[in-house]
């Protein structure tokens, strides 16, 4: 199928061929995860941390196979994942559950999922399919921009309006980060940027009440410290209190003490500085661009457009994710309801992130191969 001249390889031999140092960083983080559930429960094993660390042994499973399976397949599937993505998210229009202040979820009977979260790989892979299939000045082109920012508005619109902010402008920024490693000129990311700025004042009134509370409270979160500004308010408090080396494991108070809001979820980093302190930040943010630098460098070696793009988009997304995660916790961004990747509680965002390792694991493995710039890359 894939050409006289392609060596195959058993399973076992993909498997022994995989970077076991990155998927050891990635239980590390899930681990980690599952020890700051179990602390904000309590000390108790349920009803958080055994669901995540079930959660995550799935993911893994899913994560190892997409990293052995052929990398040609994955560039096959990019459009029809957009595709599929896109019309969960038209279902989840009309038939999603609510939950959280938005209509997110699609309820499957067994499991609730979030097409949101799968839609940030499927956008991913669908721009690194489109710009593979081009050379780099086709790719340049103004006549070729319209394809590429139709794949990435049009599902990050449907994200923002369900509401969910922050899911959507993380959609947009792995969009333009792939764009601009096809080569998309500088200028026009600027001219983007540039009529930002006016266009954020005719697009504030259409924004939900407390949508707008969360970018005012940003810019002056003492001025209503016991409404909108309390979740900011705690989270300086427990960051500020957990000192160099922390409080010790169960030990944080804001967190135990239920002051801090979300602390499953996008407020789980606040809980795990309180308790490790500094220290204990350092150590996972070094996890996170350990990882992100390996998808960067494998992006690079790589030989394939569509491989390269991929990874390093992937990556990209990745540093998106925990830069927003993080800064919103210190109150340098606006609460926009980011979780932190393989920690925060959520089982679609688990998923969605080991798909993402998976990828990038599968164009380390297939780095060398030479794929089609046109056609099912099957070929």
């Known amino acids: 199928m894939f050409g006289p001249r392609t060596v195959k390889k058993s399973v076992l031999q993909r498997l022994m061929s995989l970077n076991w140092v990155i998927i050891g960083v990635v239980v590390l983080l899930a681990a980690t995860g599952t020890a700051m559930l179990y602390s904000v429960a309590g000390g108790e094993i349920d009803p958080w ?66 097409p949101s979260e799968l839609m940030k790989i499927a956008v991913i892979m669908a721009l690194a399919r489109f710009y593979h299939a081009r050379s780099y000045r086709q790719g340049r082109r103004l006549s070729a921009l319209l394809m590429p920012l139709a794949m990435i508005i049009i599902p990050a619109m449907l994200v923002i309006k369900q509401p969910d902010l922050g899911t959507g402008l993380t959609i947009i920024a792995g969009g333009a980060a792939i764009m601009f490693l096809a080569g998309i000129p500088a200028w026009i990311f600027i001219s983007v940027a540039v009529a930002s700025v006016p266009s954020a004042f005719a697009v504030w009134p259409f924004l939900n009440t407390y949508q707008q509370n969360r970018v005012l409270t940003f810019f002056n ?3 209503d410290p016991l409404g909108a500004g309390y979740q900011i308010t705690q989270s300086k408090i427990a960051l ?55 998808g960067l460098l494998i992006g690079i070696a790589c030989r394939n457009q569509f491989g390269r793009l991929m990874a390093s988009g992937l990556a990209m997304s990745l540093f998106f994710y925990v830069l927003i995660n993080v800064g919103m916790v210190m109150g340098l961004m606006p609460v926009v309801g980011v979780p932190l990747p393989l920690i925060s509680y959520g089982g679609s965002a688990m998923l969605t992130w080991a798909i993402a390792y998976g990828l990038i694991l599968s164009v380390a493995t297939h780095r060398h191969v030479t794929l089609a710039p046109k056609g099912s890359g099957l070929a």
């Open 49 to 114: 941390a055994s669901r995540h660390a079930i959660r995550f042994g799935f993911a893994l499973v899913v994560m190892l196979v997409i990293a052995v399976t052929d990398i040609r397949y994955w560039m096959a599937l990019a459009y029809p994942a957009w595709i599929l993505g896109l019309g969960l998210l038209l279902l989840v229009e009309v038939f999603g559950a609510v939950g959280m202040g938005g209509q997110r979820w699609l309820d499957v009977g067994f499991m609730r999922i979030q």
């Open 221 to 223: 979160p003492e001025a």
């Open 240 to 294: 500020g209190s957990g000192g160099m080396t922390g409080k010790g494991f169960l030990e944080g108070t804001q967190s135990h003490l239920n002051f801090l809001p979300e602390m499953k979820t996008d407020f789980i980093f606040t809980v795990l500085v309180e308790e490790f302190g500094l220290i204990g930040a350092v150590t996972v943010l070094l996890l996170y661009g350990t990882v992100l630098m390996y």
